[in-house]
């Protein structure tokens, strides 16, 4: 029987390396005094912001992603109405207004004087 080939060593393989998404060192120091619960939120929070772009105002109000975070608390990640930031419910609050069903977070809610609906 005839021996395969060895392979012999040409150019080495291309770096594989996700060009799509960023190392984000400088904003990971920013993070680093913060638990790391909040400080992952706030990673997912700037990566959905990259990867919405401009399509935040056309999606303000709307639930982006729901999450569990242990058997009782639910995780909640939206777009303000307001002020079109993506928020979390543990860190911004989160209200949604009864009529229409837009998502508020905390200080805007409060700042429009939305009140929960539930009693």
Not at 34 to 51: C, F, H, T, V, W
Not at 58 to 84: A, H, M, P, Q, S
Request: charged share 40%; glycine share 8%; hydrophobic share 30%.
């Amino acid at each position: 029987m005839a021996r395969p080939k060895k392979k012999t060593a040409g150019r080495p393989p291309k770096d594989r390396a996700h060009d799509y998404i960023e190392d984000g060192n400088q904003e990971d120091a920013d993070d680093e005094d913060l638990p790391s619960d909040e400080a992952g939120r706030r990673k997912i929070k700037r990566n959905y912001e990259e990867l919405l772009g401009i399509r935040i105002d056309k999606l303000r109000g709307r639930v982006l992603n729901r999450e569990k975070i242990n058997k009782t608390i639910d995780g909640l990640y939206f777009i303000c109405f307001e002020c079109k930031k993506i928020c979390h419910n543990l860190d911004d609050g989160w209200l949604e207004e009864a009529v229409t069903l837009n998502n508020f977070c905390g200080g805007c809610a409060k700042a429009k004087g939305i009140r929960s609906s539930a009693a």
